[in-house]
């Protein structure tokens, strides 16, 4: 099993973009789903979680411009993201929280920069 993650692309700071992830089956209604990202020369980071239940958790360097959230019914995870810095550029993963090695899909690429 791979996660999708799709959405990506170039945006001026202070634009705004939607990523979305996507498997197969149930996988992402039944678990805690995650959105993680890697900048250049940088470790991947954890930087948004929906629960089961639907509560959220943001890290601080995204917290309140990034919105998660899930669509049970079309198996997906969003992440609406706001207020685009530069400091926002990396590879965008989507994953279970915790982790699960095997489910690392390719990612999609943000790229902030005026």
């Known amino acids: 099993v791979q996660l999708q993650a799709s959405g990506g692309g170039l945006v001026q700071p202070g634009g705004s973009l939607r990523l979305s992830c996507a498997a197969s089956?149930?996988?992402?209604?039944?678990?805690?789903v995650g959105w993680y990202r890697q900048a250049p020369g940088k470790q991947r980071e954890l930087v948004a979680t929906?629960?089961?239940?639907?509560?959220?958790i943001y890290s601080d360097s995204v917290k309140g411009r990034f919105t998660i959230s899930r669509d049970n019914a079309k198996n997906t995870v969003y992440l609406q993201m706001s207020s685009l810095k530069a400091e926002d550029t990396a590879v965008y993963y989507c994953?279970?929280?915790?982790?699960?090695?095997?489910?690392w899909g390719q990612g999609t690429k943000v790229t902030v920069s005026s």
């Open positions: 929906v629960l089961n239940g639907g509560g959220t």
């Open positions: 994953n279970l929280v915790p982790k699960i090695f095997n489910y």
């Open positions: 089956g149930s996988i992402l209604s039944n678990n805690a």
